[in-house]
């Protein structure tokens, strides 16, 4: 029982300590002439929706939730934020070629359909990310009309 209790405070002690370390957040308080939304004159509905299932994870602004300010929620937020920027960001997007345009549209089309995007991890915790197959129609057919041949 002794050894249980070392082992609790040793946690709890190493929960406090990694609550120093914070993360550079992703915040911005411009959105860039180079923005998808800004470039592509985006529909209200489909500007909406990609808002609220896309740009916390794919643009330079996300929208914390309240956990993000608790270690180690916060360290996951900022490696998936990152990966999710790296990936593609909306906020550079006419910064990219034609070519990697298309190549990003079609990855966007693909990931949706498949229902990769938004991620499951992603839509348990902000439900309304999910993409209902209206949703899913609409923005497939959108992403869609603005590739090039």
Avoid at 6 to 35: K, R
Avoid at 68 to 81: G, M, N, T, V, Y
Wanted: net charge negative; with cysteine; proline share 4%.
């Amino acid at each position: 029982m002794k050894f249980l209790k070392i082992i609790a405070w040793i946690a709890l002690v190493a929960l406090v300590v990694i609550q120093f370390f914070p993360v550079t957040l992703n915040e911005s308080d411009t959105i860039p002439q180079s923005d998808f939304m800004l470039v592509n004159k985006v529909p209200a509905t489909i500007k909406n929706q990609l808002q609220v299932s896309c740009y916390d994870c794919h643009s330079n602004n996300t929208d914390y939730p309240s956990y993000s300010k608790i270690q180690p929620a916060a360290w996951f937020l900022e490696d998936h934020i990152k990966e999710g920027k790296d990936e593609l960001n909306f906020n550079e997007w006419d910064t990219y070629s034609s070519r990697r345009k298309n190549s990003k549209l079609r990855s966007i089309i693909k990931q949706i359909e498949s229902g990769e995007m938004p991620l499951v991890s992603y839509t348990l915790i902000h439900g309304g990310a999910r993409l209902d197959s209206t949703a899913v129609k609409e923005i497939i057919g959108y992403m869609e009309s603005l590739q090039k041949d």
